[in-house]
């Protein structure tokens, strides 16, 4: 591959000036621009990004931290981030940090030394204050999915209390009254504002939130299939007649251990989830769900991002909220 020196070389002029000619922020003679140009396009001269972007103080990278790489998500939200940054010039670095806080301290740490122009979180908790510290010293850095309430940092999420007072809502008006709620871990925001949508359009109802019903800390496939064989256990008359689940995974095992027990859904128990992941179409019966608009999450939170990177992270913090929608499936009925 050409070098720089190797364009200087035949157009006759030193690397210096071919830097200033090709950066057009140093006025060049008309002459020597041509000449460059000239021997660039010779010699199929490609500038190397990084070596520019580390003489300029930028790496022309962003580091997209996410708790896994099982969660099937996640993909639609960083097709939507690489598409902005790509149109930006910029590249990301994936980091997985399996929603363990130390090595995402340590990632995150690591990163900053490698001079990454900004950060995008899928991870942050009440435990996050290495985020907080990032923000502070000036780190452009925007949440996703995932938000921080009270903290002065931009984030980009679906309004969680709405999506779970949209679905509850739905199987109140399809005919439901016994709820149950398989939801995730109580210490995230985004449960406990899906909580509160769910207990609200219960109230609207005249409904009364069911302790025995709601199961806390689930999480997966697997911990949803184990939470309902446990609510199958109790007597038959306290079985709900259906089943809102925090997020689709634990919709499937949900699903998963209504059938094993005999029963049919909807049939003999409604089942919704939560996210629209493609997996859901493929269940029999197709599972009805609030679906949030991860790809538009990915774009959104991006483009903030690349406004805070162009103005050194000044601009006043935004925490931005998209709306979910019910996609109406075969697994919820009427009653």
Request: overall charge neutral; aromatic content about 6%.
């Amino acid at each position: 591959m050409a070098t720089i020196h190797d364009v200087a070389a035949l157009a006759g002029v030193s690397a210096s000036t071919v830097s200033r000619a090709l950066s057009g922020k140093v006025i060049v003679s008309a002459n020597t621009k041509a000449k460059v140009l000239e021997a660039v396009k010779a010699l199929n001269y490609q500038p190397n990004p990084l070596a520019k972007g580390l003489k300029e103080g930028s790496t022309r990278t962003i580091a997209v931290i996410v708790p896994n790489l099982k969660n099937l998500l996640f993909p639609a939200a960083i097709s939507g981030i690489t598409e902005v940054a790509s149109a930006h010039g910029y590249t990301i670095v994936l980091c997985s940090t399996d929603e363990d806080l130390e090595k995402e301290k340590a990632d995150v740490a690591n990163l900053v030394r490698r001079k990454i122009d900004g950060f995008v979180f899928f991870t942050a908790t009440r435990k996050s204050q290495h985020i907080l510290d990032l923000v502070a010293l000036g780190h452009p850095t925007v949440l996703l999915v995932r938000h921080l309430p009270e903290a002065p940092v931009n984030s980009v999420s679906v309004d969680n209390e709405l999506g779970a007072y949209k679905g509850t809502k739905f199987l109140v008006e399809r005919g439901y009254r016994r709820i149950a709620l398989i939801c995730g871990d109580r210490d995230l925001v985004l449960y406990r504002e899906r909580f509160r949508g769910y207990e609200k359009a219960l109230a609207e109802e005249g409904l009364p939130v069911e302790f025995a019903l709601v199961r806390w800390n689930v999480r997966g496939w697997r911990q949803g299939h184990a939470a309902m064989k446990e609510l199958l256990q109790s007597d038959r008359s306290a079985w709900p007649d259906a089943v809102f689940a925090s997020s689709d995974p634990k919709a499937l095992g949900i699903m998963k251990a209504i059938k094993e027990a005999g029963l049919r859904i909807p049939e003999d128990m409604a089942v919704m989830g939560y996210d629209n992941m493609e997996l859901g179409e493929l269940t029999e019966p197709a599972l009805t769900t609030v679906a949030q608009p991860f790809y538009k999450t990915g774009v959104v939170g991006t483009e903030r991002l690349m406004r805070l990177m162009q103005s050194k992270g000044d601009a006043e913090p935004e925490q931005v909220k998209l709306e979910p929608t019910v996609l109406i499936r075969q697994s919820v009925g009427h009653v």
